[in-house]
């Protein structure tokens, strides 16, 4: 846990809604978990030093590279740009953006300016329901469409398939939830069963879930992307890659 987390407070923005037994965040209290909207340092913080979102870009970067990405990134709703900075370190002439609400993407800027990979990330703040930017060879999604309901999920895609101008790629980074014979993945923490479970406490009622994989092929067609592929990863998330019809 990094240092001047104040678990109580997070703790404290949920409550245990009597009828379907989930514990649900009230959307007026909402502001001690959901950092973005509401500027909050210490989920920053948090998932800026912690042990899963490191290891989970170093099993990203391994597993892109069975489909590296050249040119431009735009990685959207990139948060602190950990898995931009990663792909800069790997993949010396690639350039990437990372795009998040004003509030992050403040932070972020911060973060990166001192770094030597600042010569090839601009971070930008946007709202991605409004557009994101254009032109990109690549636009990465990665733990953004878990806590976010179909409608929404779409809306983004459909926004990076028109910024796409018709080329390009959309590569969506998420857990995948097994059906049937599928095999449910082994991981003791931040595994798909855990993080369904942590989406419905938190807004299930919104739509906020783990996806199957025709869940995603549905969200993906609505915007007008096929899903060309999955990449396990060597962590609980998976690659998939989208591309314009
Ligand atoms: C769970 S974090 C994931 C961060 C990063 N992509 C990763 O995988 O480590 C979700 C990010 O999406 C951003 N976000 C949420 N809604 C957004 C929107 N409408 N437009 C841009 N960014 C958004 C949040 O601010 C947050 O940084």
């Known amino acids: 846990?990094?240092?001047?987390?104040?678990?109580?407070?997070?703790?404290?923005?949920?409550?245990?809604?009597?009828?379907?037994?989930?514990?649900?965040?009230?959307?007026?209290?909402?502001?001690?978990?959901?950092?973005?909207?509401h500027q909050n340092d210490a989920c920053f913080r948090l998932e800026d030093g912690s042990f899963w979102f490191t290891h989970r870009n170093k099993c990203l970067i391994t597993a892109v590279r069975r489909f590296p990405p050249d040119g431009f990134i735009l990685d959207v709703g990139g948060g602190n740009g950990a898995f931009m900075l990663a792909m800069l370190k790997r993949w010396t002439r690639l350039e990437g953006v990372v795009f998040d609400l004003p509030g992050v993407a403040e932070r972020t800027r911060a973060k990166i300016a001192v770094l030597a990979e600042s010569a090839r990330c601009t971070v930008e703040a946007g709202n991605a329901f409004e557009r994101v930017t254009e032109g990109a060879d690549c636009y990465v999604l990665s733990n953004l469409l878990v806590s976010m309901a179909d409608d929404e999920a779409t809306e983004i895609l459909q926004n990076c398939r028109r910024a796409m101008a018709g080329r390009g790629t959309v590569i969506v980074v998420e857990w995948i939830m097994p059906t049937g014979t599928e095999q449910p993945d082994e991981f003791r923490r931040w595994d798909t069963a855990s993080m369904d479970l942590n989406m419905l406490a938190i807004d299930g009622a919104l739509g906020w879930r783990v996806r199957t994989r025709d869940e995603f092929e549905h969200v993906i067609a609505a915007a007008g992307l096929v899903l060309t592929r999955v990449v396990p990863t060597t962590s609980a998330v998976s690659i998939i890659e989208c591309t314009g019809t």
């Not at 678990?7 to 007026?28: F, K, N, P, R």
């Open 1 to 37: 846990m990094s240092p001047g987390v104040n678990v109580e407070l997070i703790s404290a923005a949920l409550h245990l809604d009597v009828q379907t037994g989930l514990w649900q965040a009230d959307a007026d209290t909402a502001g001690p978990i959901a950092y973005p909207a």
